[in-house]
């Protein structure tokens, strides 16, 4: 009699560590050494997710290389660059431990924060992020942006997103089932985190300088980020072309009462000649301009929104069964 064979055992992971990468060739071994230092040390099973994210090195090769060698490594691999946010959502959706952890390649978010984090996450918090109370061999513009940035969208945001917090932080299965569930493509993880609530706190650190290689949120990405962040958490900036539009109006008839006054008392003013007229038309122009650049930020979001297409899409897969 033919002998049926035994279906093959899956292990779920009780932790899962989500790292995004992208063109990162420089770092994955140093990287690979002190998270595997530290998945030693739990006591439980634990999976290391990397996902590239259009890589153009040798990073996706180190990938494969380190799933060979050790089969708690999983990685996914994205069929171009989607964007940091969207490799996060990437590894979300493929994690199945009870505590995700994302923190980033370059080694500025210290893997030996983790095990504080767990304890947090064992005491009953859903939510712990890190906090960063100092920046080390940065730059005085970057201190000072990020300082301006995370302040302002606190003040302006409908959550309360913590000040100084990136996404190195520790959630809970049931959280990140939740953030799974959100259909909208514009991710900001931090605020998605934070708008769903339960019980958060902090792990407060201080953020290392790059291992190693040049830096990946260049100045451009960064603005990009933040505006997405204010659009997708605030309906203040289209309240603001509300007031200006107000504040057009109320200069406009102060003006007209004052060319009024000029033409009845001081007809040979020059302040009612051509150059006032000239500055009104260019101070109505701007605040119209804004007024809809304003608008078709949040326009363009409905129309990403309503084509439906995936947030991305996967070139290669290995290590999560039945997957791989």
Same mark, same amino acid.
């Given at each position: 009699?033919?002998?049926?064979?035994?279906?093959?055992?899956?292990?779920?992971?009780?932790?899962?560590?989500?790292?995004?990468?992208?063109?990162?060739?420089?770092?994955?071994?140093?990287?690979?050494?002190?998270?595997?230092?530290?998945?030693?040390?739990?006591?439980?099973?634990?999976?290391?997710?990397?996902?590239?994210?259009?890589?153009?090195?040798?990073?996706?090769?180190?990938?494969?290389?380190?799933?060979?060698?050790?089969?708690?490594?999983?990685?996914?691999?994205?069929?171009?660059?989607?964007?940091?946010?969207?490799?996060?959502?990437?590894?979300?959706?493929?994690?199945?431990?009870?505590?995700?952890?994302?923190?980033?390649?370059?080694?500025?978010?210290?893997?030996?924060?983790?095990?504080?984090?767990?304890?947090?996450?064992?005491?009953?918090?859903?939510?712990?992020?890190?906090?960063?109370?100092?920046?080390?061999?940065?730059?005085?513009?970057?201190? #000072?942006?990020?300082?301006? #940035?995370?302040?302002?969208?606190?003040?302006?945001?409908?959550?309360?997103?913590?000040?100084?917090?990136?996404?190195?932080?520790?959630?809970?299965?049931?959280?990140?089932?939740? =953030?799974?569930?959100?259909?909208e493509r514009s991710r900001y993880i931090r605020g998605l985190r934070a708008w769903i609530g339960f019980q958060q706190t902090a792990v407060k650190y201080e953020r290392d300088p790059r291992f190693a290689g040049e830096v990946k949120y260049t100045f451009r990405k960064s603005?990009?980020?933040?505006?997405?962040?204010? =659009?997708? #958490?605030?309906?203040?900036?289209l309240r603001l072309s509300i007031y200006l539009g107000l504040f057009s109006a109320f200069l406009s008839a102060c003006m007209a009462l004052l060319v009024l006054y000029w033409r009845l008392h001081q007809p040979d003013s020059s302040l009612t000649g051509f150059a006032t007229?000239?500055?009104?038309? #260019?101070?109505?122009?701007?605040?119209?301009?804004?007024?809809?650049?304003?608008?078709?930020?949040?326009?363009?979001?409905?129309?990403?929104?309503?084509?439906?297409?995936?947030?991305?899409?996967?070139?290669?897969?290995?290590?999560?069964?039945?997957?791989?």
């Open positions: 009699m033919r002998r049926l064979s035994e279906p093959k055992t899956v292990i779920v992971p009780q932790y899962s560590l989500i790292i995004p990468i992208y063109n990162e060739e420089e770092n994955i071994t140093e990287l690979y050494r002190r998270v595997s230092a530290l998945m030693d040390q739990l006591d439980n099973s634990v999976e290391l997710i990397l996902i590239n994210d259009g890589s153009r090195d040798r990073s996706l090769l180190m990938m494969r290389e380190l799933h060979h060698k050790d089969p708690r490594v999983c990685y996914l691999s994205l069929a171009r660059n989607f964007g940091h946010q969207v490799a996060v959502t990437a590894g979300l959706n493929f994690a199945r431990g009870q505590a995700i952890i994302i923190l980033d390649a370059d080694l500025q978010d210290p893997p030996e924060l983790i095990p504080q984090m767990l304890e947090k996450w064992r005491q009953g918090y859903h939510v712990v992020y890190a906090q960063r109370i100092k920046r080390h061999r940065e730059s005085w513009f970057k201190r #000072f942006t990020a300082y301006v #940035f995370y302040r302002l969208l606190r003040r302006l945001a409908d959550v309360d997103i913590p000040a100084d917090t990136g996404d190195f932080c520790l959630m809970d299965r049931r959280i990140v089932d939740l =953030i799974n569930s959100m259909p603005l990009s980020l933040a505006l997405n962040s204010l =659009i997708a #958490f605030s309906r203040v900036p007229i000239l500055i009104a038309i #260019f101070f109505l122009g701007s605040v119209q301009l804004i007024s809809i650049g304003i608008l078709g930020e949040y326009i363009g979001r409905i129309y990403e929104e309503v084509k439906g297409r995936p947030i991305y899409a996967l070139a290669e897969i290995a290590g999560f069964d039945p997957y791989s």
